[in-house]
C-alpha cells in the first residue's frame, strides 16, 4: 500500500554522528529564526526514546539562544513525573542538567496525577490555550521512530488511533511497547505543524525507514505523517538509512 506524498520533503543520511547533530542545530536553527521573527516565541514538541541524547548533544554543541523557547511532549508516558520510563524525566535529568539555561518551567508537560482521560484531555486543553486556536500550529515536532514504524505513541496494532479527527491529544491503553498506558498527539494536531523532523537512528530501523520514506507504506503510522501545510524531513543516521538509500527513493 503506498501512495503519493502532498508535502515537501528532505532527507539527510548522516555518515557520522556528529554530522546528524549538526542537521539537527540546523533545522533547529532555521525553525527558531522562523518563529521567534513572527511572534517572539519558538514552540516545539518532543519525543523520548534515543532523541533526548541527541537533542541534548545538539543544544549543548550550538550556541542557540534558547531564551524565548517551549518544549512540549509529542507523548509521554502516563507514569510519575519521576519515574524512569517519564519521557519528563528523562529531558529534565538528561539534557536539563547539561543546559541550566533552559529552566523546568520551559517545559510545558502533562499533569500524569490525574486519571489517563483527564491528563489527555487537560494538556490539550493548555495546547489550544497556549496557541489561542482550537487548531495549534507547532513550530516544530521532533519525532522519533520504533523499528515497528510507530512515532508518538500511534502504533501499528492500534490503527483506530490513526483515524482520529477531533481530538489533538488522546490517551492510549495497552500499548505494545511498556508502559502500557500513554498520552499521544493525534494526526489532525502533528500534521498541522510547520515542520516534522523525524530523527532515526540504528541499524534495527533501517527496513521500516526505506517503507515509510521510500515506499511510503501506510501499514505503518509513520507514513501517516503528512503536514498538510509544512515540510516532512528526515534525519537519519547511515545505519538507519541504508536499506531507504539504496531504494528506488534515488
Ligand atoms: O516509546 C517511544 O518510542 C519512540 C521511539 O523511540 P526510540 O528510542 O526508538 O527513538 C519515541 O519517539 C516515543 O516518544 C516514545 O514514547
Not at 542537521?23 to 516545539?44: I, M
Not at 515536532?141 to 481530538?167: K, N, V, W, Y
Not at 498541522?192 to 505503518?220: E, I, L, M, P, Y
Amino acid at each position: 500500500m503506498s501512495s503519493q506524498r502532498k508535502c515537501p520533503f528532505h532527507a539527510t543520511i548522516a555518515e557520522t554522528e556528529a554530522k546528524l547533530v549538526q542537521s539537527l542545530c540546523d533545522v533547529l536553527q532555521r525553525c527558531a529564526n522562523r518563529a521567534l521573527e513572527s511572534n517572539g516565541t519558538f514552540r516545539v514538541g518532543l519525543s523520548g526514546g534515543s532523541l533526548v541524547q541527541l537533542l541534548t548533544r545538539a543544544l549543548v554543541s550550538s550556541n542557540l539562544n534558547t531564551k524565548c523557547w517551549k518544549f512540549f511532549f509529542c507523548d509521554e508516558r502516563y507514569v510519575p513525573d519521576d519515574h524512569n520510563e517519564s519521557t519528563f524525566w528523562a529531558y529534565k535529568t538528561q539534557m536539563l542538567t547539561q543546559l541550566p539555561n533552559i529552566s523546568d518551567s520551559q517545559l510545558i508537560k502533562p499533569n500524569t496525577t490525574i486519571s489517563l482521560d483527564s491528563c489527555a484531555s487537560e494538556y490539550a486543553a493548555c495546547i489550544r490555550d497556549e496557541f489561542g486556536t482550537s487548531c495549534p500550529e507547532f513550530d516544530l515536532l521532533l519525532l522519533g521512530m520504533g523499528p515497528d514504524g510507530h512515532t508518538c505513541s500511534l502504533f501499528p496494532e492500534q490503527p483506530i488511533a490513526l483515524s482520529e479527527s477531533r481530538r489533538i491529544v488522546i490517551p492510549i491503553r495497552n500499548s505494545p511497547k511498556p508502559p502500557p498506558e500513554r498520552i499521544t498527539f493525534t494526526l489532525p494536531l502533528i500534521n498541522n505543524a510547520k515542520d516534522v523532523v523525524f530523527v532515526v537512528t540504528g541499524a534495527s530501523k533501517s527496513d521500516v525507514v526505506k517503507r515509510v520514506f521510500a515506499d511510503k507504506d501506510k501499514n505503518f503510522p509513520s507514513a501517516w505523517v503528512e503536514p498538510t501545510h509544512g515540510d516532512l524531513t528526515l534525519i537519519a543516521d547511515k545505519d538507519a538509512g541504508e536499506t531507504f538509500l539504496n531504494s528506488a527513493y534515488q
